[in-house]
């Protein structure tokens, strides 16, 4: 955590020295195979969002993994991958630590846009990012190293019900875009392409393998 605090409140290297926290800061790490997925996970995840919020950075994206909340625990794909090390327990005990690490931001938050509907103000969609620190959390699976293929060809679900395939590539540009804008602060969603989608309770090992023709 120390480490983490650090890095937020003053980024240098060779040509850059500030001391201004970033804007964004992505966590998509996980525990190898034979690692510790608690360490990082679960801790390693709790550590960061509580770094972020005490430096007031406006955006943390977490890239976790579809099918991971409890109510899937039974899959064949939360078994197999429970299975080193109890990684999918971590990812999802991480996921709630995040909530509750921004739990009083986003409570202001939503005060404050409850305040501006009160005086019939508009959401700016356009806000690259709000006041307060917030999260969002990307939930790909079955990631693939296809080259891009752009939003037209991709789909979103809300309450961890599908998985998909989805390009690598696809990923980060729905990271990046997400973390610059307003209307994902404290969201949760899954991403995966068009017409791959299946349920997440009953997700398979061959569904969430990297390359789809392995299946």
Request: hydrophobic share 40%.
């Amino acid at each position: 955590p120390e480490t983490i605090a650090r890095a937020i409140a003053t980024a240098e290297d060779e040509t850059i020295k500030t001391s201004s926290p970033p804007t964004l800061v992505v966590f998509a790490a996980t525990a190898p195979a034979r690692g510790d997925p608690d360490a990082v996970d679960r801790r390693g995840l709790a550590a960061v969002a509580n770094a972020c919020v005490a430096a007031n950075v406006p955006r943390l994206v977490v890239v976790s993994g579809a099918g991971v909340t409890p109510k899937n625990r039974d899959s064949p794909a939360y078994r197999f991958l429970n299975a080193f090390g109890g990684r999918m327990d971590a990812k999802a005990s991480g996921e709630t630590r995040v909530v509750d690490a921004f739990r009083e931001s986003r409570e202001a938050f939503e005060a404050f846009e409850a305040q501006k509907r009160e005086k019939n103000q508009t959401k700016n969609a356009n806000t690259q990012y709000t006041q307060y620190p917030s999260y969002t959390i990307v939930r790909p699976s079955g990631l693939t190293d296809a080259p891009r293929r752009g939003v037209a060809c991709l789909a979103t679900n809300r309450g961890d019900v599908a998985a998909g395939f989805v390009s690598r590539a696809d990923v980060a540009a729905c990271v990046v875009a997400c973390g610059f804008d307003a209307r994902c602060a404290f969201a949760s969603f899954e991403v995966y392409d068009r017409g791959t989608a299946v349920p997440a309770s009953t997700l398979s090992v061959a569904e969430i393998l990297s390359d789809p023709k392995a299946a």
